[in-house]
């Protein structure tokens, strides 16, 4: 083994011991596995690169820091986020990347073209800390849909819209700081919607235990009070009770398998937000949907953060379903035209955007933050718009 590889091995296995010893073995299994493989890779890199090798070992050894340091997560400084975190994410999800080029390389495939794993790592840490602005229009007066199948935005219309802003998957953390979150926030006001739902999963772990930091992020919301509702994700259930302080900070009505009625100048809406279950979900959407059944005369939007849980929601039950958990698909192909990702092409659940089941709508928030892979490949995060029409229709065909 070479001195570079022999660098790794140790630095892994300092990693492994600290995360084993400070945050616990699930932690320390999933350093052990990612490490190993970056190191597998890195090391098979690493003599092919000349007078780059420097930087190559620097970036490599911020991977190293950063999963070290995250055995004593906590939000950290603009600083260290720009010589740590980024470089360092930016460096595993090109070298993740970098591994189909370097099983072609023992086939006699040219070095050289290792640039283009890393180009594209470095187009996805730009779309990783960037939101692209949308409007987007969701019709609910269109025609039934046979199965769930992903279905066409709708036309700009004339009618009045109920508007929406949907937050979700911020993930506080390296790519999203409390400025950037909280300018998420503001540009959300600053829209004026008739409501603001956030659909989960607002911590990572840097910020399990920063309630003050989410609640200041979030804190513009709370000009909307009234107005703002959200539900939470799976990651939430890691640190629910700085999730609840910070949404209370902010004035954001938090639903937990509750609901709520709102009129609006679109007409009357009523909100169920559901709480994320792993398991038995058919059974806990059920139970929820019975005990908040329809309101006459309302649209019924559903908060539910996992699209893949759509399927057990009972035809006819929601009007518009608003989802996250996915972030888009977070690796895909977005970004040149085209819909499939990495999620719709192992996982059989709605990905990213418009969906339709009979006369029911899901929409599927691309996220705002990232977690997990290191980085979005091709799959720009979103700050959306929606423009929902055909409210009033699909209220009376609720009564009828």
Known sequence: ???????????????????????????????????AMHGAVASAIAPHLGALFPVFAYLHATVYVHFLALAWARMRPVGYRLVVSLPAM???????????????????????GL??????????????????????????????????RRHARGEPRDDRPLRLVQITDPHLGPFM????????????VARDPDLVLLTGDFVTMESHHGAAELAEALAPLGALA?????????????????????????????????????????GAVQIVGLDYRRRGRAEHIAEVTARHPRVAGALRLVLLHDPGAFRHLPEGDADLVLSGH???????????GSPHTIVSAVAKMPDHGLWARGRDRLYVHRGTGVYGFPIRVGVPAEESLLRVHGVGAAARRAMG
Request: proline content about 3%; some cysteine; overall charge negative.
């Open 115 to 148: 640039i283009v794993p890393y180009a594209i790592a470095a187009l996805g840490l730009a779309q990783s800390v960037r939101t692209r602005e949308e409007d987007v229009d969701v019709e609910l007066d269109g025609e039934a849909i046979e199965g769930l």
């Open 326 to 336: 996915t972030h888009g698909g977070q690796l895909g192909l977005l970004s040149v």
């Open 177 to 188: 700081s409390v400025r950037r979150l909280r300018g998420i926030c503001e540009r959300a």
């Open 226 to 266: 009234g107005r703002t509702f959200a539900c939470l994700g799976n990651h939430d259930h890691e640190a629910p009770e700085t999730v609840r302080h910070a949404l209370a900070t902010a004035r954001v009505r938090l639903l937990i398998d509750d609901e709520a009625r709102v009129e609006t100048a679109a």
């Open 90 to 112: 930016f460096f595993a999800g090109g070298t993740m990347l970098s591994l189909p080029w370097v099983v072609a390389m023992a086939w006699g495939a040219p070095a050289s």
């Open 1 to 35: 083994m070479s001195a570079f590889g022999l660098a790794s091995l140790g630095a892994a296995a300092v990693v492994v011991a600290a995360a084993a010893l400070v945050r616990g073995r699930f932690f320390a299994i999933f350093s052990f596995v990612w490490l």
